[in-house]
């Protein structure tokens, strides 16, 4: 184990904005780093943190990101409500249904493309990266018209509560969103966000609360009234379960389209490259995964005392997967820092891995593909428009995605 210098911090600005050079450190260091002034265990190798993902019975997902901030109450009624959701979900996104939305989703991205190409310069994620996430949601939701603006600032005021609620109270296990809210001083969440997020659960409250029977072909809004009338499960249930679903299908999605025109605005090259078909678009898609991932770190809750890679863990421990760095590991992927659009095979772990995988995964390829595709046939050549301006992302520090790119499409 390489002895360090000094310590790495994982949560500072400059990691936000750039964690690879951190990443490298970690990996270099051993199976774990632990934070000297925390105590937090982080894994950064491949194999540790594929090792741990693909473990679900000694290493649980209870404390990670959508499924803590939205799954709530106690431990044992907590692992039995997530497992039940999780099918659910899966069950609403299985192959079938995915695959009967791709001419809606077709559709939806080449009308996007065309109304951004209508501007000289567009803003990517605003105009472009979350208008078919946005338009898919709704389909399903049963919620009509353009959704994008709304579900945007929505996202936003979920996630910023989310990342509030774990800083105050870290080893607290999971309470649904509402309880968070309620149970938070107001102080934690600024005015605006406090107001988008309220304007968003009143939406969802008087949503949900219509009769099924309304939702003829919104599936995923259909399969929740019916495990929620199965389980008896009340509307605030109904509405934490609506939140987590809408920012985990809009959120990681939106983020791997703008990473994805970025790459392509800056390599031009690559744009021709798509043109060429489906298999050049998925292979490019992957290494987009990979090489900027969009879910940046997991975490997940020690279940009985265990081992990997000669790290002892305790019951209860908490640790962090950070899934940018093993999906940069050397030992893995050739040449990880380069961007390698022909790479295959490309086992990123994006998606994570197991029984925990994500469950949206096809949806989300199936979209970021249909902007891609007719950005590039639309558009003659793109460009970034503001080169020299810095890129600014997340403060969430588990995301990852320019949150503004300007684009244009250069006349040649």
Same mark, same amino acid.
């Given at each position: 184990?390489?002895?360090?210098?000094?310590?790495?911090?994982?949560?500072?600005?400059?990691?936000?904005?750039? /964690?690879?050079?951190?990443?490298?450190?970690?990996?270099?260091?051993?199976?774990?780093?632990?934070?000297?002034?925390?105590?937090?265990?982080?894994?950064?190798?491949?194999?540790?943190?594929?090792?741990?993902?693909?473990?679900?019975?000694?290493? %649980?997902?209870?404390? %990670?990101?959508?499924?803590?901030?939205?799954?709530?109450? *106690?431990? *044992?009624?907590? !692992?039995?409500?997530?497992?039940?959701?999780?099918?659910?979900?899966?069950?609403?996104? !299985?192959?079938?249904?995915?695959?009967?939305?791709?001419?809606?989703?077709?559709?939806?991205?080449?009308?996007?493309?065309?109304?951004?190409?209508?501007?000289?310069?567009?803003?990517?994620?605003?105009?472009?990266?979350?208008?078919?996430?946005?338009?898919?949601?709704?389909?399903?939701?049963?919620?009509?018209?353009?959704?994008?603006?709304?579900?945007?600032?929505?996202?936003?005021?979920?996630?910023?509560?989310?990342?509030?609620?774990?800083?105050?109270?870290?080893?607290?296990?999971?309470?649904?969103?509402?309880?968070?809210?309620?149970?938070?001083?107001?102080?934690?969440?600024?005015?605006?966000?406090?107001?988008?997020?309220?304007?968003?659960?009143?939406?969802?409250?008087?949503?949900?609360?219509?009769?099924? !029977?309304?939702?003829?072909?919104?599936?995923?809004?259909?399969?929740?009234?019916?495990?929620?009338?199965?389980?008896?499960?009340?509307?605030?249930?109904?509405?934490?379960?609506?939140?987590?679903?809408?920012?985990?299908?809009?959120?990681?999605?939106?983020?791997?389209?703008?990473?994805?025109?970025?790459?392509?605005?800056?390599?031009?090259?690559?744009?021709?490259?798509?043109?060429?078909?489906?298999?050049?678009?998925?292979?490019?898609?992957?290494?987009?995964?990979?090489?900027?991932?969009?879910?940046?770190?997991?975490? &997940?809750?020690?279940?009985?005392?265990?081992?990997? %890679?000669?790290?002892?863990?305790?019951?209860?421990?908490? @640790?962090?997967?950070?899934?940018?760095?093993?999906?940069?590991?050397?030992? @893995?992927?050739?040449?990880?820092?380069?961007? *390698?659009?022909?790479?295959? /095979?490309? /086992?990123?772990?994006?998606?994570?891995?197991?029984?925990?995988?994500?469950?949206?995964?096809?949806?989300? &390829?199936?979209?970021?593909?249909?902007?891609?595709?007719?950005?590039?046939?639309?558009?003659?050549?793109?460009?970034?428009?503001?080169?020299?301006?810095?890129? &600014?992302?997340? %403060?969430?520090?588990?995301?990852?995605?320019?949150?503004?790119?300007?684009?244009?499409?250069?006349?040649?």
């Amino acid at each position: 184990m390489a002895i360090l210098e000094r310590s790495i911090d994982l949560t500072s600005e400059s990691v936000r904005q750039d /964690p690879f050079p951190a990443y490298e450190k970690v990996r270099r260091h051993g199976p774990v780093y632990v934070d000297p002034t925390s105590g937090k265990k982080y894994f950064g190798r491949y194999a540790e943190v594929r090792e741990i993902l693909t473990d679900a019975d000694t290493f %649980s997902s209870k404390v %990670s990101g959508v499924e803590r901030t939205f799954m709530g109450a *106690d431990e *044992d009624l907590a !692992s039995v409500r997530i497992k039940a959701i999780r099918a659910m979900v899966r069950a609403a996104l !299985s192959t079938k249904k995915v695959g009967a939305l791709e001419g809606f989703i077709s559709s939806a991205a080449d009308h996007a493309v065309r109304s951004a190409l209508c501007q000289p310069v567009f803003e990517c994620r605003s105009a472009l990266s979350a208008v078919v996430p946005a338009g898919a949601i709704g389909m399903m939701f049963g919620i009509e018209g353009d959704n994008t603006e709304r579900f945007m600032r929505w996202t936003e005021a979920v996630l910023l509560l989310g990342r509030k609620a774990r800083r105050a109270n870290p080893t607290q296990p999971g309470l649904g969103l509402l309880t968070r809210l309620r149970t938070m001083r107001r102080t934690l969440m600024p005015t605006r966000m406090e107001a988008n997020l309220s304007e968003c659960i009143a939406f969802m409250r008087e949503h949900f609360t219509q009769r099924k !029977s309304q939702y003829v072909d919104a599936w995923v809004a259909e399969s929740m009234l019916t495990y929620a009338e199965a389980n008896e499960l009340d509307a605030e249930g109904m509405i934490d379960i609506a939140l987590g679903f809408m920012v985990a299908a809009a959120e990681s999605t939106t983020s791997l389209v703008t990473s994805s025109v970025l790459i392509l605005a800056r390599k031009p090259e690559l744009q021709e490259y798509i043109r060429t078909g489906d298999h050049a678009t998925t292979l490019f898609v992957d290494e987009v995964l990979r090489y900027e991932s969009p879910v940046q770190r997991r975490q &997940r809750a020690v279940r009985s005392d265990c081992e990997v %890679s000669g790290v002892p863990m305790k019951r209860g421990e908490i @640790v962090t997967l950070l899934i940018g760095s093993a999906n940069r590991d050397l030992e @893995v992927f050739a040449h990880a820092d380069r961007f *390698d659009h022909e790479r295959n /095979p490309n /086992p990123h772990l994006a998606f994570g891995m197991g029984p925990r995988s994500c469950p949206g995964s096809q949806l989300g &390829r199936l979209e970021v593909c249909a902007v891609l595709k007719a950005l590039v046939q639309q558009a003659k050549r793109l460009e970034l428009a503001r080169p020299s301006e810095p890129l &600014r992302y997340p %403060s969430y520090i588990s995301l990852r995605g320019p949150r503004e790119l300007y684009v244009q499409s250069a006349a040649e």
